[in-house]
């Protein structure tokens, strides 16, 4: 699902996003003094786990991150890197001004032909399977290294990112606080690659019901609180349809 514009669209959606975090619970942060929080590198991270799904895992924090500050993962759309999504999407300023910290998963083609992620697959987006639990494994692995809020981690993606953005956030709600959704698709929407193109470009004519059981579905026995929920979708998309 590669949008053509995408560096310029990397910028808004990234906006979008924090906008959305904030709604979800950042806004208990306090914005950071000009100058107070120093610049980091984006750095790969191996070893942070069994892996099984495959994926690259990149981080990206202010190198002078306190303790106890949030966490956010941001997941690329079809085509992009971690390191095209760090560079053209701005979450470095918003790190930056915000003080948390970034983790970046990267997938590849040896997973998807487009580099996307597999917001469609039941074996590799439900919880404890392929991709979903890589990326959780990465969140347990920088928590413990910046010494993270737990009760504040977030998730965002963009495209097939958010495809698999909105399967964490009913996955693990009992890691994510909240996300924001951007040009994505409900979560488990599809569970084969051939009923993928159906939920990007149709209605599935499905009830609020239907759609809140899939969600339901995968966390069975949760019952605790739910994320809360940002989704942004723009009307013109030809990529992702708005249905």
Request: proline letters at 6%.
């Amino acid at each position: 699902m590669p949008h053509t514009t995408w560096r310029g669209f990397l910028r808004r959606t990234a906006q979008a996003a924090v906008l959305g975090l904030l709604t979800a619970g950042l806004t208990a942060l306090t914005p950071l003094a000009a100058g107070a929080a120093a610049a980091g590198t984006l750095q790969q991270v191996t070893g942070f786990g069994s892996n099984p799904g495959n994926l690259a895992m990149y981080e990206y924090a202010p190198s002078d991150l306190p303790t106890g500050a949030p966490l956010v993962v941001a997941l690329h759309g079809c085509s992009q890197s971690a390191s095209d999504y760090h560079t053209h999407s701005g979450w470095q300023k918003f790190a930056d001004q915000w003080g948390f910290a970034v983790v970046y998963p990267q997938t590849s083609t040896a997973n998807n032909s487009l580099s996307c992620f597999s917001w469609f697959d039941s074996t590799k987006d439900t919880r404890g399977k392929g991709e979903a639990a890589s990326i959780v494994q990465m969140v347990d692995t920088a928590a413990a290294q910046y010494g993270s809020d737990r009760g504040r981690v977030f998730v965002t993606g963009l495209s097939a990112g958010g495809g698999m953005t909105a399967d964490l956030l009913a996955d693990y709600p009992d890691v994510f606080a909240g996300g924001s959704v951007d040009s994505g698709l409900p979560a488990q929407c599809a569970t084969t690659l051939t009923a993928a193109s159906g939920c990007q470009y149709g209605s599935q004519n499905l009830t609020p019901k239907q759609w809140g059981d899939k969600v339901r579905n995968s966390a069975p026995g949760h019952s605790g609180p739910w994320p809360r929920v940002a989704v942004w979708q723009g009307t013109a998309d030809t990529t992702v349809t708005p249905v």
